[in-house]
T-cell receptor
Framework: EAGVAQSPRYKIIEKRQSVAFWCNPI?????LYWYQQILGQGPKLLIQ????????DSQLPKDRFSAERLKGVDSTLKIQPAKLEDSAVYLC???FGPGELFFGEGSRLTVL | GQQLNQSPQSMFIQEGEDVSMNCTSS?????WLWYKQDPGEGPVLLIA?????ELTSNGRLTAQFGITRKDSFLNISASIPSDVGIYFC?????????????FGQGTILTVHP
């Protein structure tokens, strides 16, 4: 069974530029999550989708971050404009129900 | 918001030793999950716990869901070099936060051969 796919693995941009990350969850998983993991910290939930709908985006900085999950499968997370403090690994995860989350390898963002 | 305190922050042990780490919460959780993360990779699920008092093993790993539902423990027996990594606890409450998983800060494990 294929795992959670993410791209790109690495991205380096300058502050005020924009960036987008893509995620393809495990087939059949209705719930999709985007987490931000800053170096030395645990993952922090940015947004959670249940099919097409947003379940929780309380910690998403909506002035610069946006995410969508069209057709209830793939998802895209965008940052515009990026700030230095956005340097982190962006992890996508999916789950079948209220059970275990399965993570992708992450997309490492460096903002210069 | 929910907060998890994970300890210790780091451990340096000799190969063959046993390891214990724990996580405490300021609120009650219905699910506890333990993950391991290797450098440059996403977290990988080790053990999932769904009932207070539950004790679950996965090879050399054993985890327990605390009776108070505010804590969980992970033990690794007879450590080996490949156990090196960062271990995260994660908890999920029910109700309006259904599905939202909160992570601890992680325990960095170093195993000396």
């Amino acid at each position: 069974e294929a795992g959670v796919a993410q791209s790109p693995r690495y991205k380096i941009i300058e502050k005020r530029q924009s960036v987008a990350f893509w995620c393809n969850p495990i087939s059949g998983h209705a719930t999709l999550y985007w987490y931000q993991q800053i170096l030395g910290q645990g993952p922090k939930l940015l947004i959670q989708f249940q099919n097409n709908g947003v379940v929780d985006d309380s910690q998403l900085p909506k002035d610069r971050f946006s995410a969508e999950r069209l057709k209830g499968v793939d998802s895209t997370l965008k940052i515009q404009p990026a700030k230095l403090e956005d340097s982190a690994v962006y992890l996508c995860a999916s789950s079948f129900g209220p059970g275990e989350l399965f993570f992708g390898e992450g997309s490492r963002l460096t903002v210069l | 918001g929910q907060q998890l305190n994970q300890s210790p922050q780091s451990m340096f042990i000799q190969e063959g030793e046993d390891v214990s780490m724990n996580c405490t919460s300021s609120s009650i959780f219905n699910t506890w999950l333990w993950y391991k993360q290797d450098p440059g990779e996403g977290p990988v699920l080790l053990i999932a716990l769904y009932k207070a008092g539950e004790l679950t093993s996965n090879g050399r790993l054993t985890a327990q869901f605390g009776i108070t539902r505010k804590d969980s423990f992970l033990n690794i027996s007879a450590s080996i070099p490949s156990d090196v990594g960062i271990y995260f606890c994660a908890g999920r409450a029910g109700g309006t936060s259904y599905g939202k998983l909160t992570f601890g800060q992680g325990t960095i494990l170093t195993v000396h051969p």
